[in-house]
Protein backbone atom coordinates (compact mmCIF):
# COMPACT_ATOMS: atom_id res chain seq x y z
CA UNK A 1 0.00 0.00 0.00
CA UNK A 2 0.96 3.44 -0.71
CA UNK A 3 2.17 5.43 2.30
CA UNK A 4 1.15 8.91 2.76
CA UNK A 5 3.11 11.55 4.96
CA UNK A 6 1.36 14.33 6.33
CA UNK A 7 3.31 15.60 9.25
CA UNK A 8 5.68 18.31 7.05
CA UNK A 9 5.05 20.13 9.78
CA UNK A 10 7.39 18.17 11.96
CA UNK A 11 10.02 17.62 9.32
CA UNK A 12 9.27 17.22 5.23
CA UNK A 13 9.45 14.51 3.10
CA UNK A 14 10.45 13.87 0.65
CA UNK A 15 13.11 15.57 0.32
CA UNK A 16 14.58 17.13 -3.37
CA UNK A 17 16.28 14.29 -4.80
CA UNK A 18 19.33 16.84 -5.27
CA UNK A 19 19.36 16.86 -1.63
CA UNK A 20 20.48 13.07 -0.66
CA UNK A 21 22.46 13.19 -3.82
CA UNK A 22 25.03 16.23 -2.93
CA UNK A 23 24.78 14.91 0.60
CA UNK A 24 26.24 11.54 -0.49
CA UNK A 25 28.86 13.05 -2.78
CA UNK A 26 30.03 15.37 -0.11
CA UNK A 27 30.54 12.49 2.59
CA UNK A 28 31.79 10.29 -0.11
CA UNK A 29 34.36 12.72 -2.23
CA UNK A 30 35.63 15.66 -0.20
CA UNK A 31 34.77 15.32 3.56
CA UNK A 32 37.01 18.45 4.86
CA UNK A 33 36.92 20.59 7.13
CA UNK A 34 36.40 24.46 6.78
CA UNK A 35 38.27 27.32 8.04
CA UNK A 36 41.03 24.75 8.93
CA UNK A 37 42.46 23.57 5.99
CA UNK A 38 44.83 25.24 3.68
CA UNK A 39 44.09 23.45 0.74
CA UNK A 40 41.76 23.60 -2.69
CA UNK A 41 39.70 21.01 -1.50
CA UNK A 42 38.70 23.13 1.65
CA UNK A 43 38.34 26.24 -0.31
CA UNK A 44 35.99 24.34 -2.86
CA UNK A 45 33.90 23.82 0.43
CA UNK A 46 33.84 27.02 1.82
CA UNK A 47 32.56 27.88 -1.66
CA UNK A 48 29.24 26.27 -1.25
CA UNK A 49 29.11 27.26 2.55
CA UNK A 50 29.37 30.79 1.36
CA UNK A 51 26.85 30.45 -1.28
CA UNK A 52 24.19 28.93 0.90
CA UNK A 53 24.60 32.12 3.22
CA UNK A 54 23.80 34.08 0.10
CA UNK A 55 20.62 31.89 -0.74
CA UNK A 56 19.35 32.67 2.59
CA UNK A 57 20.62 36.23 2.49
CA UNK A 58 18.49 36.76 -0.82
CA UNK A 59 15.78 34.55 0.45
CA UNK A 60 15.03 36.24 4.05
CA UNK A 61 16.21 39.96 2.04
CA UNK A 62 18.31 40.42 4.83
CA UNK A 63 21.05 42.79 4.39
CA UNK A 64 24.14 40.90 4.41
CA UNK A 65 25.31 37.36 4.02
CA UNK A 66 27.89 37.21 7.02
CA UNK A 67 25.31 38.18 9.18
CA UNK A 68 23.84 34.27 8.26
CA UNK A 69 25.17 32.51 11.29
CA UNK A 70 24.49 28.31 10.95
CA UNK A 71 23.00 26.18 13.81
CA UNK A 72 22.04 22.93 14.44
CA UNK A 73 17.88 23.95 14.82
CA UNK A 74 15.51 26.43 15.26
CA UNK A 75 15.60 25.73 19.14
CA UNK A 76 19.65 26.36 19.51
CA UNK A 77 18.92 29.64 17.51
CA UNK A 78 16.03 30.81 19.21
CA UNK A 79 18.50 29.83 23.02
CA UNK A 80 21.22 31.94 21.41
CA UNK A 81 18.78 34.89 20.70
CA UNK A 82 16.52 35.04 23.46
CA UNK A 83 19.36 34.45 26.47
CA UNK A 84 22.21 36.41 23.87
CA UNK A 85 20.08 39.52 24.25
CA UNK A 86 17.60 39.79 27.37
CA UNK A 87 19.45 40.87 30.65
CA UNK A 88 17.36 41.25 34.70
CA UNK A 89 15.12 43.80 34.55
CA UNK A 90 13.92 42.98 30.74
CA UNK A 91 10.54 42.85 29.62
CA UNK A 92 9.50 40.47 26.27
CA UNK A 93 6.02 40.74 24.39
CA UNK A 94 5.03 37.16 22.78
CA UNK A 95 2.28 35.67 21.69
CA UNK A 96 0.00 32.88 23.35
CA UNK A 97 0.55 30.53 20.18
CA UNK A 98 4.24 30.25 21.02
CA UNK A 99 5.91 26.59 20.91
CA UNK A 100 7.91 25.27 23.60
CA UNK A 101 11.67 26.67 21.63
CA UNK A 102 10.34 29.82 22.70
CA UNK A 103 8.46 28.99 26.20
CA UNK A 104 10.98 27.25 27.77
CA UNK A 105 13.66 29.23 26.78
CA UNK A 106 11.74 32.31 28.37
CA UNK A 107 10.53 30.31 31.51
CA UNK A 108 14.57 29.43 32.38
CA UNK A 109 15.31 33.23 31.95
CA UNK A 110 12.43 34.22 34.65
CA UNK A 111 14.49 33.06 36.94
CA UNK A 112 17.17 35.70 36.05
CA UNK A 113 14.55 38.41 36.57
CA UNK A 114 13.12 38.31 33.16
CA UNK A 115 9.58 38.84 32.31
CA UNK A 116 7.02 38.60 29.69
CA UNK A 117 3.46 39.02 29.01
CA UNK A 118 1.54 37.02 26.30
CA UNK A 119 -1.25 38.60 24.00
CA UNK A 120 -3.90 36.45 24.37
CA UNK A 121 -4.87 35.42 20.70
CA UNK A 122 -8.59 34.46 19.80
CA UNK A 123 -9.82 30.84 19.69
CA UNK A 124 -8.80 30.30 15.91
CA UNK A 125 -5.40 31.00 16.63
CA UNK A 126 -5.61 34.95 14.86
CA UNK A 127 -3.88 37.91 16.56
CA UNK A 128 -5.46 40.67 17.82
CA UNK A 129 -3.03 43.71 17.31
CA UNK A 130 -4.81 46.06 19.62
CA UNK A 131 -4.10 44.40 22.43
CA UNK A 132 -0.46 44.47 21.59
CA UNK A 133 -0.53 48.31 23.27
CA UNK A 134 -1.83 46.98 26.72
CA UNK A 135 0.99 44.86 27.04
CA UNK A 136 3.68 47.29 26.86
CA UNK A 137 5.78 47.93 29.78
CA UNK A 138 8.62 51.05 30.90
CA UNK A 139 10.85 47.50 30.40
CA UNK A 140 9.74 46.26 27.24
CA UNK A 141 12.41 45.54 25.05
CA UNK A 142 11.69 42.65 22.30
CA UNK A 143 8.55 41.38 21.12
CA UNK A 144 9.19 37.82 19.63
CA UNK A 145 6.79 35.98 17.88
CA UNK A 146 6.21 32.48 15.77
CA UNK A 147 5.39 33.79 12.09
CA UNK A 148 2.57 30.88 12.04
CA UNK A 149 0.88 28.19 14.52
CA UNK A 150 2.23 24.89 14.35
CA UNK A 151 -0.74 23.47 15.68
CA UNK A 152 -3.11 25.16 13.53
CA UNK A 153 -1.89 26.96 11.02
CA UNK A 154 -2.84 30.34 11.75
CA UNK A 155 -0.51 32.60 10.42
CA UNK A 156 0.34 35.85 12.38
CA UNK A 157 0.46 39.82 11.10
CA UNK A 158 4.08 39.82 11.44
CA UNK A 159 4.58 43.06 9.39
CA UNK A 160 2.10 45.15 11.39
CA UNK A 161 4.04 43.91 14.68
CA UNK A 162 7.01 44.92 13.06
CA UNK A 163 5.95 48.27 13.06
CA UNK A 164 4.56 48.23 16.36
CA UNK A 165 8.20 47.77 17.37
CA UNK A 166 9.53 50.46 15.25
CA UNK A 167 7.35 52.51 16.77
CA UNK A 168 8.19 51.86 20.07
CA UNK A 169 11.74 51.46 20.09
CA UNK A 170 11.01 47.41 20.67
CA UNK A 171 13.52 44.44 18.90
CA UNK A 172 11.76 42.30 16.80
CA UNK A 173 12.83 38.71 16.66
CA UNK A 174 10.49 36.01 14.46
CA UNK A 175 10.53 32.26 14.46
CA UNK A 176 9.88 31.26 10.80
CA UNK A 177 10.27 27.04 11.53
CA UNK A 178 6.60 26.95 9.73
CA UNK A 179 7.08 29.28 6.77
CA UNK A 180 10.37 29.89 5.92
CA UNK A 181 10.42 28.67 2.27
CA UNK A 182 6.42 28.25 1.93
CA UNK A 183 5.80 31.95 2.68
CA UNK A 184 7.47 35.46 1.41
CA UNK A 185 9.41 37.02 4.33
CA UNK A 186 11.26 40.38 3.54
CA UNK A 187 13.16 41.09 6.87
CA UNK A 188 13.96 44.89 5.96
CA UNK A 189 9.90 45.81 5.33
CA UNK A 190 8.90 43.64 7.84
CA UNK A 191 11.49 44.88 10.51
CA UNK A 192 12.58 41.97 11.59
CA UNK A 193 16.09 42.56 13.83
CA UNK A 194 16.37 38.27 14.35
CA UNK A 195 15.03 35.85 12.25
CA UNK A 196 15.28 32.00 13.59
CA UNK A 197 15.05 29.25 10.63
CA UNK A 198 15.38 25.54 10.33
CA UNK A 199 16.52 23.83 7.28
CA UNK A 200 14.63 20.82 7.47
CA UNK A 201 10.99 21.99 7.83
CA UNK A 202 9.98 23.89 4.53
CA UNK A 203 13.45 24.72 3.02
CA UNK A 204 13.30 21.11 2.49
CA UNK A 205 17.17 20.43 3.76
CA UNK A 206 18.18 17.20 6.01
CA UNK A 207 17.27 17.90 9.45
CA UNK A 208 19.96 19.37 12.09
CA UNK A 209 20.79 22.21 10.21
CA UNK A 210 19.31 25.52 11.05
CA UNK A 211 20.84 29.39 12.04
CA UNK A 212 19.73 32.67 12.41
CA UNK A 213 20.50 36.28 10.62
CA UNK A 214 20.83 39.36 12.86
CA UNK A 215 20.54 42.96 11.80
CA UNK A 216 23.37 45.30 11.83
CA UNK A 217 22.30 46.44 14.57
CA UNK A 218 21.59 43.26 16.70
CA UNK A 219 25.49 41.81 16.36
CA UNK A 220 26.88 43.70 19.19
CA UNK A 221 23.90 43.52 21.39
CA UNK A 222 23.60 39.56 21.24
CA UNK A 223 26.55 37.69 23.78
CA UNK A 224 27.48 34.58 22.25
CA UNK A 225 25.98 31.35 23.70
CA UNK A 226 29.20 29.36 22.85
CA UNK A 227 32.53 29.80 22.53
CA UNK A 228 35.54 27.93 21.34
CA UNK A 229 37.21 27.44 17.83
CA UNK A 230 36.78 29.32 14.80
CA UNK A 231 39.75 28.83 12.78
CA UNK A 232 39.83 32.37 12.61
CA UNK A 233 41.98 34.84 14.97
CA UNK A 234 43.81 31.89 16.94
CA UNK A 235 46.47 33.49 18.25
CA UNK A 236 43.72 35.07 21.14
CA UNK A 237 41.49 33.49 23.20
CA UNK A 238 39.06 36.15 22.89
CA UNK A 239 35.38 35.37 20.84
CA UNK A 240 35.70 36.90 17.60
CA UNK A 241 34.09 40.49 16.82
CA UNK A 242 33.28 39.84 13.48
CA UNK A 243 30.39 37.65 11.72
CA UNK A 244 29.31 35.12 11.35
CA UNK A 245 32.56 34.03 13.83
CA UNK A 246 31.39 35.83 16.63
CA UNK A 247 28.50 33.13 16.75
CA UNK A 248 29.43 30.08 15.04
CA UNK A 249 32.28 28.07 17.56
CA UNK A 250 33.36 24.54 16.56
CA UNK A 251 32.88 22.56 13.34
CA UNK A 252 29.61 23.39 11.32
CA UNK A 253 27.40 20.50 10.62
CA UNK A 254 28.80 20.59 6.73
CA UNK A 255 26.50 17.74 6.02
CA UNK A 256 23.90 19.81 6.73
CA UNK A 257 24.95 22.73 4.60
CA UNK A 258 25.57 21.06 1.94
CA UNK A 259 22.18 19.11 1.42
CA UNK A 260 20.31 22.86 2.50
CA UNK A 261 22.32 24.49 -0.58
CA UNK A 262 21.12 21.61 -2.32
CA UNK A 263 17.26 22.57 -1.47
CA UNK A 264 17.87 26.03 -1.74
CA UNK A 265 18.69 26.05 -5.29
CA UNK A 266 15.59 23.86 -5.92
CA UNK A 267 13.20 26.08 -4.02
CA UNK A 268 14.65 29.02 -6.18
CA UNK A 269 14.22 27.61 -9.13
CA UNK A 270 10.44 26.52 -8.41
CA UNK A 271 9.97 29.25 -6.77
CA UNK A 272 7.99 29.77 -2.56
CA UNK A 273 4.96 31.39 -4.69
CA UNK A 274 4.13 27.83 -6.78
CA UNK A 275 4.90 25.89 -3.52
CA UNK A 276 2.52 28.03 -1.32
CA UNK A 277 0.05 27.86 -4.11
CA UNK A 278 -0.06 24.06 -4.58
CA UNK A 279 -0.28 23.72 -0.39
CA UNK A 280 -2.76 26.00 -0.05
CA UNK A 281 -4.93 24.05 -2.92
CA UNK A 282 -4.46 21.11 -0.78
CA UNK A 283 -5.33 22.64 2.00
CA UNK A 284 -8.58 24.04 0.83
CA UNK A 285 -9.84 21.23 -0.48
CA UNK A 286 -8.93 18.90 2.79
CA UNK A 287 -10.53 21.74 4.52
CA UNK A 288 -13.91 21.40 2.30
CA UNK A 289 -13.90 17.94 2.80
CA UNK A 290 -13.86 17.74 6.84
CA UNK A 291 -16.50 20.05 6.31
CA UNK A 292 -18.35 18.23 4.22
CA UNK A 293 -18.12 14.70 6.27
CA UNK A 294 -19.12 16.32 9.34
CA UNK A 295 -20.91 19.62 9.19
CA UNK A 296 -22.23 19.74 12.70
CA UNK A 297 -19.11 18.81 14.00
CA UNK A 298 -21.15 15.78 16.15
CA UNK A 299 -17.89 13.97 15.51
CA UNK A 300 -14.76 16.25 14.35
CA UNK A 301 -14.26 19.31 15.40
CA UNK A 302 -11.94 21.39 13.00
CA UNK A 303 -9.34 23.69 14.98
CA UNK A 304 -8.44 27.10 14.24
CA UNK A 305 -9.11 29.03 11.01
CA UNK A 306 -11.94 27.56 8.74
CA UNK A 307 -10.68 29.02 5.43
CA UNK A 308 -6.95 29.07 4.24
CA UNK A 309 -6.89 33.04 4.56
CA UNK A 310 -4.04 33.55 6.71
CA UNK A 311 -3.24 30.61 7.12
CA UNK A 312 -0.14 27.55 6.68
CA UNK A 313 -1.20 23.88 5.10
CA UNK A 314 -1.29 22.68 9.05
CA UNK A 315 -4.57 21.42 10.01
CA UNK A 316 -5.83 19.87 13.35
CA UNK A 317 -8.90 18.16 14.27
CA UNK A 318 -10.18 16.77 17.47
CA UNK A 319 -12.35 13.82 16.72
CA UNK A 320 -15.11 13.39 19.84
CA UNK A 321 -15.56 10.48 21.67
CA UNK A 322 -12.61 8.67 20.37
CA UNK A 323 -9.03 7.99 22.12
CA UNK A 324 -7.21 10.90 19.44
CA UNK A 325 -4.25 8.31 19.52
CA UNK A 326 -6.05 5.39 18.82
CA UNK A 327 -7.23 7.26 15.60
CA UNK A 328 -3.85 8.69 14.39
CA UNK A 329 -2.64 4.83 15.35
CA UNK A 330 -5.29 3.84 12.82
CA UNK A 331 -4.35 6.00 10.18
CA UNK A 332 -0.73 4.70 10.08
CA UNK A 333 -1.54 0.73 10.89
CA UNK A 334 -4.78 0.48 8.60
CA UNK A 335 -4.39 3.09 5.78
CA UNK A 336 -0.33 3.85 5.94
CA UNK A 337 -1.44 7.61 6.59
CA UNK A 338 1.03 9.16 8.88
CA UNK A 339 0.19 12.25 11.33
CA UNK A 340 1.13 13.55 14.56
CA UNK A 341 -1.17 13.53 17.68
CA UNK A 342 -0.86 14.81 20.79
CA UNK A 343 0.38 18.92 22.13
CA UNK A 344 3.08 19.21 19.47
CA UNK A 345 5.46 20.83 21.87
CA UNK A 346 2.97 23.75 21.91
CA UNK A 347 0.71 23.44 25.11
CA UNK A 348 0.54 27.33 25.22
CA UNK A 349 -1.36 27.15 21.51
CA UNK A 350 -3.52 24.16 22.78
CA UNK A 351 -4.31 26.46 25.37
CA UNK A 352 -5.47 28.80 23.38
CA UNK A 353 -7.81 26.95 20.98
CA UNK A 354 -9.35 25.09 23.70
CA UNK A 355 -7.74 21.74 23.01
CA UNK A 356 -5.50 21.42 26.23
CA UNK A 357 -4.72 18.58 27.29
CA UNK A 358 -6.21 16.41 24.95
CA UNK A 359 -4.41 17.80 21.93
CA UNK A 360 -5.07 16.82 18.41
CA UNK A 361 -4.31 15.04 15.34
CA UNK A 362 -2.56 17.14 12.93
CA UNK A 363 -2.32 16.70 9.31
CA UNK A 364 0.22 19.19 7.63
CA UNK A 365 0.54 19.32 3.47
CA UNK A 366 3.82 19.55 2.22
CA UNK A 367 4.59 20.01 -1.90
CA UNK A 368 5.15 16.44 -2.66
CA UNK A 369 1.09 15.69 -1.43
CA UNK A 370 -1.32 15.27 -3.87
CA UNK A 371 -5.27 15.65 -4.17
CA UNK A 372 -5.56 11.77 -4.21
CA UNK A 373 -3.95 11.24 -0.81
CA UNK A 374 -6.34 14.22 0.69
CA UNK A 375 -9.02 11.86 -0.96
CA UNK A 376 -7.46 8.43 0.56
CA UNK A 377 -7.13 10.44 3.82
CA UNK A 378 -10.89 11.56 4.02
CA UNK A 379 -12.17 7.79 3.08
CA UNK A 380 -9.96 6.49 6.27
CA UNK A 381 -11.49 9.14 8.58
CA UNK A 382 -14.85 8.30 7.38
CA UNK A 383 -14.04 4.69 7.73
CA UNK A 384 -12.51 5.06 11.53
CA UNK A 385 -14.32 7.76 12.57
CA UNK A 386 -18.22 7.47 11.21
CA UNK A 387 -17.72 3.84 10.21
CA UNK A 388 -19.01 4.29 6.90
CA UNK A 389 -17.97 3.98 3.15
CA UNK A 390 -17.20 7.17 1.56
CA UNK A 391 -19.73 6.16 -1.11
CA UNK A 392 -22.31 5.76 1.64
CA UNK A 393 -22.02 9.35 2.70
Same mark, same amino acid.
Given at each position: ????????????????????????????????????????????????????????????????????????????????????????????????????????????????????????????????????????????????????????????????????????????????????????????????????????? =?? $???? /? &?? *???? @????? +?? #???????????????????????????? =?? $???? /? &?? *???? @????? +?? #?????????????????????????????????? /????????????????????????????????????????HCAPQAH???????????????????????????????????????????
Open positions: MHKIYLDNASTSFPKPPSVAKEVYNFLAHNAVNINRGSYNNAYSVEEIVFETRELLKDLFHATDSKNVVFTKNITESLNILLKGFLKPNDHVIISSMEHNAIMRPLTQLTKQNISYTQVPCHIDGTFPLAKLSDCLQENTKLIIVTHASNVCGTILPIEQIGEFCVKHNLKFMVDCAQTAGILPIDMQKMHIDALAFTGHK =GL $LGPQ /G &IG *GFIL @SEDMI +KQ #IEPLISGGTGSISHTEEIPQFMPDRFEA =GT $LNLP /G &II *GLHA @SLQWL +KK #ITIAKIHEHENMLTNYFLQQIQQLDPDEKYIRLI /GKKDTLMRTGVVSIQVLNHELSQIAYDLDDKFQIMTRVGLKTLGTFPTGTIRFSFGYFNTLKEIDLTIEALTKLILNKDIQNI
